[in-house]
Nanobody, 121 residues
Framework: QVQLVESGGGLVQAGGSLRLSCAAS????????MAWYRQVPGKQRELVAT???????NYADSVTGRFTISRDNAKNTVYLQMNNLKPEDTAVYYC???????????????WGQGTLVTVSS
């Protein structure tokens, strides 16, 4: 079974930091672009950051300068380092990846289960 498993969420005070991790597992040979999204109840899921296979990154304006996305291709893992957190960063964070399956080329878009980040004021 191909899946993404996230970890690292939790409760932090405003100004603090958290690091999220998302590891891909299953019969995969690698991953195309990997990304982090977040969602607040009642609102649409929004893109936070993306990272291509060769390390090119892109960020939402709201997190630029505070969040850093990175990946370890050998481990099929993507990270999100979140610094100077604000209460408005409170959300469920989801990772997303285009996983490349073993065998004839096929890419499958997969979502993680989500991890809750709560930032108190």
């Amino acid at each position: 079974q191909v899946q993404l498993v996230e970890s690292g969420g939790g409760l932090v005070q405003a100004g603090g930091s958290l690091r999220l991790s998302c590891a891909a597992s299953g019969k995969i040979s690698g991953s195309n672009a990997m990304a982090w999204y977040r969602q607040v109840p009642g609102k649409q899921r929004e893109l936070v950051a993306t990272c291509t296979t060769n390390g090119r990154t892109n960020y939402a304006d709201s997190v630029t300068g505070r969040f850093t996305i990175s990946r370890d291709n050998a481990k099929n893992t993507v990270y999100l380092q979140m610094n100077n957190l604000k209460p408005e960063d409170t959300a469920v964070y989801y990772c997303n990846a285009g996983l490349v399956l073993i065998g004839p080329y096929r890419s499958l878009e997969v979502w993680g289960q989500g991890t809750l980040v709560t930032v108190s004021s």
